[in-house]
């Protein structure tokens, strides 16, 4: 049974994020449907969103934590979108790598907690490829690195997600070289004053392409670490 799935890896390359989403909703739809297939399907979406967005949750106080006003993004080609995923008001764009695991959490006898960690671990293990040390904060979700703005680091990759059907949507967000100016525009998951990087800034002169490569071999090792229930 440990063999007994497929995680197929699709490259969306640079997308506005409404089509983006609409094609993890179809996907979504298959694993739920494929649940029973031998082997089943399980998916992993890796694209940058293009033009930049902010996606706010429905989280209660999320738009307080949207500091510019959605005139003022239209201006600057920065779209505005609501999420039905965990998390907060975050920013995607350009030179951030997001990855959208779609996967049956009861497959992998997953709670939610215990993906999110799975997640987190799966990032970690990719910086250190590149010689970066990422770490958790035991008070925030995401992966963090040391910085000498904050004692407590600098968030380098972001997370929410959202379940239907024990079947994962969204996930993570890592900052391989974005344009950080623009994070100044919400207060990055509603953590005010800590400071958000990216691997450039923390030395690794890498690409996305690059980076994508490593973390889906991690996600993909996790997950078979943990066989089939």
């Known amino acids: 049974m440990a063999d007994d799935w497929t995680l197929e890896t699709i490259d969306l390359g640079r997308v506005r994020y409404r089509e983006a989403d609409a094609l993890q909703r179809k996907h979504h739809a298959e694993v739920v449907a494929g649940r029973e297939q031998s082997p089943a399907p399980q998916r992993l979406l890796l694209l ?6 902010i996606t706010v949750s429905k989280r209660a106080g999320a738009d307080t ?9 239209a201006s600057i080609g920065v779209d505005l979108e609501r999420t039905d995923r965990g998390g907060d008001v975050t920013w995607h764009g350009p030179g951030q790598l997001v990855a959208w695991p779609i996967v049956d959490l009861n497959r992998f006898g997953l709670g939610l907690h215990a993906w999110m960690r799975l997640m ?6 990719t910086l250190a490829e590149f010689g970066i040390e990422g770490f958790r904060d035991d008070e925030a979700t995401g992966v963090w690195v040391k910085d000498d703005r904050d004692p407590k680091g600098a968030k380098i990759c972001a997370m929410g997600v959202r379940v239907s059907k024990w079947v994962t949507l969204h996930g993570l967000a890592l900052n391989v070289h974005p344009d950080l100016s623009q994070f100044g525009l919400i207060v990055p998951c509603g953590l ?3 400071p958000v990087t990216s ?5 690794a002169q890498v690409e996305v392409n690059q980076v994508q490569e490593v973390l889906k071999q991690q996600l993909s090792q996790h997950l078979s670490a943990r066989g089939v229930r």
């Open 48 to 53: 940058e969103h293009d033009p930049a967005v």
């Open 65 to 73: 934590n949207l500091l510019a006003s959605p005139e003022h993004l």
């Open 199 to 203: 691997m450039h800034f923390a030395g």
């Open 120 to 125: 987190e671990q799966a990032v970690i293990d």
């Open 192 to 194: 005010l004053d800590r």
